[in-house]
């Protein structure tokens, strides 16, 4: 089966082990000697507009990967949970 990088980006990437999507295929890792896919890339996306941060890049290798159908990639590894930062007070209380 052949695939362009084209067709790649239009498969949603879920994972198999916790059933979370992921997202699309944004990036490519190639060897350079071989020319052989090593990772497919999916860049983090923006909170708010892109106003205040952008979550993590997820980058999967290509052992992890156990089917590439017409629609969606599945994957074997968990994705990895947002942590949730504390809420920082203005004003605190003596009591």
Do not use: H
């Not at 890049?57 to 994705?79: A, F, R």
């Amino acid at each position: 089966m052949d695939c362009r990088f084209s067709d790649l980006r239009r498969k949603e990437v879920i994972s198999a082990v916790d059933g979370v999507r992921i997202g699309y295929i944004d990036d490519l890792i190639m060897e350079k000697n071989s020319a052989k896919v090593v990772a497919f890339v999916i860049y983090g996306r923006y909170f708010f507009f892109g106003i205040f941060r952008k979550r993590e890049d997820y980058i999967i290798p290509w052992e992890k990967i156990k089917l590439i159908g017409e629609d969606i990639i599945i994957i074997s590894c968990q994705t990895p949970k947002p942590q949730k930062k504390p809420k920082k007070r203005l004003f605190y209380r003596e009591n």
